[in-house]
Protein backbone atom coordinates (compact mmCIF):
# COMPACT_ATOMS: atom_id res chain seq x y z
CA UNK A 1 0.00 0.00 0.00
CA UNK A 2 1.40 3.79 -1.00
CA UNK A 3 -0.33 6.96 0.70
CA UNK A 4 0.28 9.59 -1.79
CA UNK A 5 0.11 13.39 -0.72
CA UNK A 6 0.79 16.29 -3.44
CA UNK A 7 1.40 19.88 -2.64
CA UNK A 8 2.99 22.96 -4.20
CA UNK A 9 -0.10 24.11 -6.17
CA UNK A 10 -1.77 27.29 -6.38
CA UNK A 11 -2.40 30.39 -8.39
CA UNK A 12 0.61 31.79 -11.20
CA UNK A 13 0.42 34.03 -14.06
CA UNK A 14 0.79 33.05 -17.19
CA UNK A 15 4.84 32.18 -18.24
CA UNK A 16 5.48 31.40 -14.60
CA UNK A 17 6.79 28.57 -12.74
CA UNK A 18 5.52 26.08 -10.39
CA UNK A 19 6.93 23.18 -8.68
CA UNK A 20 4.76 20.27 -7.62
CA UNK A 21 6.00 17.58 -5.04
CA UNK A 22 4.50 13.99 -4.40
CA UNK A 23 5.38 12.66 -0.80
CA UNK A 24 4.80 8.71 -0.74
CA UNK A 25 4.72 6.68 2.48
CA UNK A 26 5.55 3.42 3.28
CA UNK A 27 9.22 1.37 2.23
CA UNK A 28 8.07 0.40 -1.15
CA UNK A 29 8.53 3.85 -3.21
CA UNK A 30 11.19 3.23 -5.43
CA UNK A 31 9.64 0.22 -6.11
CA UNK A 32 6.82 1.72 -8.42
CA UNK A 33 7.20 4.01 -11.20
CA UNK A 34 5.33 7.77 -10.46
CA UNK A 35 3.56 9.70 -12.63
CA UNK A 36 1.71 13.20 -12.96
CA UNK A 37 -2.26 13.37 -14.53
CA UNK A 38 -4.27 16.21 -14.24
CA UNK A 39 -8.15 16.90 -14.53
CA UNK A 40 -9.46 20.14 -15.85
CA UNK A 41 -12.69 20.79 -15.34
CA UNK A 42 -15.16 18.93 -17.71
CA UNK A 43 -12.40 17.35 -19.03
CA UNK A 44 -11.28 13.39 -18.36
CA UNK A 45 -8.04 13.04 -16.23
CA UNK A 46 -5.15 13.12 -18.68
CA UNK A 47 -1.38 11.54 -18.79
CA UNK A 48 1.46 14.45 -17.74
CA UNK A 49 4.37 12.74 -17.32
CA UNK A 50 5.88 9.50 -16.04
CA UNK A 51 9.19 8.05 -14.44
CA UNK A 52 10.65 4.91 -13.92
CA UNK A 53 11.69 3.39 -10.74
CA UNK A 54 15.19 4.49 -10.88
CA UNK A 55 14.66 7.81 -12.29
CA UNK A 56 16.53 7.35 -15.51
CA UNK A 57 13.75 6.96 -18.19
CA UNK A 58 10.83 9.83 -18.53
CA UNK A 59 7.64 10.29 -20.69
CA UNK A 60 5.60 13.34 -21.52
CA UNK A 61 2.37 14.16 -23.02
CA UNK A 62 2.97 15.99 -25.96
CA UNK A 63 1.06 19.39 -24.50
CA UNK A 64 3.93 19.79 -21.68
CA UNK A 65 7.09 18.32 -23.94
CA UNK A 66 9.60 20.53 -23.07
CA UNK A 67 8.10 22.72 -20.35
CA UNK A 68 7.54 20.33 -17.57
CA UNK A 69 10.17 17.82 -16.20
CA UNK A 70 9.02 15.15 -13.36
CA UNK A 71 12.04 13.88 -11.24
CA UNK A 72 12.14 11.69 -8.49
CA UNK A 73 14.24 11.42 -4.79
CA UNK A 74 13.95 7.87 -3.61
CA UNK A 75 15.71 8.83 -0.83
CA UNK A 76 12.93 11.62 0.47
CA UNK A 77 10.45 9.17 -0.69
CA UNK A 78 9.29 12.02 -3.22
CA UNK A 79 8.67 13.02 -7.18
CA UNK A 80 8.43 16.13 -8.59
CA UNK A 81 7.14 17.92 -11.44
CA UNK A 82 8.65 21.20 -12.24
CA UNK A 83 6.59 23.52 -14.58
CA UNK A 84 7.83 26.26 -16.53
CA UNK A 85 6.27 28.63 -19.29
CA UNK A 86 2.67 27.68 -17.26
CA UNK A 87 -0.21 28.69 -19.65
CA UNK A 88 -3.91 29.28 -19.12
CA UNK A 89 -4.37 25.66 -20.45
CA UNK A 90 -2.35 23.96 -18.28
CA UNK A 91 -4.76 24.98 -15.09
CA UNK A 92 -6.52 21.84 -13.55
CA UNK A 93 -6.65 19.27 -10.29
CA UNK A 94 -2.51 17.75 -10.92
CA UNK A 95 -2.55 14.11 -9.28
CA UNK A 96 0.54 11.78 -8.95
CA UNK A 97 0.14 8.39 -9.36
CA UNK A 98 1.74 4.90 -8.53
CA UNK A 99 2.17 1.83 -10.61
CA UNK A 100 3.79 0.15 -13.35
CA UNK A 101 6.02 2.25 -15.74
CA UNK A 102 4.58 0.10 -18.50
CA UNK A 103 0.57 1.07 -18.00
CA UNK A 104 0.70 3.49 -15.40
CA UNK A 105 0.27 6.44 -18.40
CA UNK A 106 -3.75 4.65 -18.65
CA UNK A 107 -5.52 6.27 -15.66
CA UNK A 108 -7.25 2.49 -15.51
CA UNK A 109 -4.12 0.96 -14.75
CA UNK A 110 -2.62 3.36 -12.40
CA UNK A 111 -2.27 1.33 -8.59
CA UNK A 112 -2.80 4.55 -6.35
CA UNK A 113 -3.51 7.89 -6.85
CA UNK A 114 -2.95 11.10 -4.38
CA UNK A 115 -5.61 13.65 -3.82
CA UNK A 116 -4.67 15.94 -5.91
CA UNK A 117 -3.64 19.76 -6.05
CA UNK A 118 -4.91 22.45 -7.95
CA UNK A 119 -2.51 24.72 -10.81
CA UNK A 120 -4.48 27.82 -11.77
CA UNK A 121 -3.01 29.98 -14.48
CA UNK A 122 -4.02 33.19 -15.10
CA UNK A 123 -3.71 35.28 -17.97
Known amino acids: QVQLVESGGGLVQAGGSLRLSCAAS????????MAWFRQAPGKQRAFVARITMGGLTTTYADPVKGRFTISRDNAKNTVYLQMNTLKPDDTAVYYC????????????????WGQGTQVTVSS
Open 26 to 33: GRTFSSYA
Open 97 to 112: AAGSYLTIADRQLVQF
